[in-house]
Nanobody, 125 residues
Framework: QVQLVESGGGLVQAGGSLRLSCAASGRTFSDYAMGWFRQAPGKEREFVAAINWSGSSTSYADSVKGRFTISRDNAKNTVYLQMNSLKPEDSAVYYC??????????????????WGQGTQVTVSS
């Protein structure tokens, strides 16, 4: 089992930045890939970004590519999502998730088996 706790959400104006953090405990952190997903009201949960166990490979949704950066610090058991040039359509609850394997397998939520409680990001226009 992995316990995941997100932090760093909040209210920001369009064009601003936020950095989300997700602290993990339980299983050895470097044993699994990590992902970020988001869910806006009335919409399905969608993939945002993912990173493999070492940080050497990343994947991004087209909607955030070039604006968001995912990274991880295995010594601190933490994964980050740096979000720049935020837009109102980025407003959502953001969830971090622990992958079933150390490698990037796909963008479906089914590749992830542990989830955090989520942190709210609101971008005002």
């Amino acid at each position: 089992q992995v316990q995941l706790v997100e932090s760093g959400g909040g209210l920001v104006q369009a064009g601003g930045s936020l950095r989300l953090s997700c602290a993990a405990s339980g299983r050895t952190f470097s044993d699994y890939a990590m992902g970020w997903f988001r869910q806006a009201p009335g919409k399905e949960r969608e993939f945002v970004a993912a990173i493999n166990w070492s940080g050497s490979s990343t994947s991004y949704a087209d909607s955030v590519k070039g604006r968001f950066t995912i990274s991880r610090d295995n010594a601190k058991n933490t994964v980050y999502l740096q979000m720049n040039s935020l837009k109102p359509e980025d407003s959502a609850v953001y969830y971090c998730a622990a992958g079933r394997t150390p490698y990037l397998r796909g963008r479906a939520s089914s590749w992830y088996d542990q989830w955090g409680q989520g942190t709210q990001v609101t971008v005002s226009s």
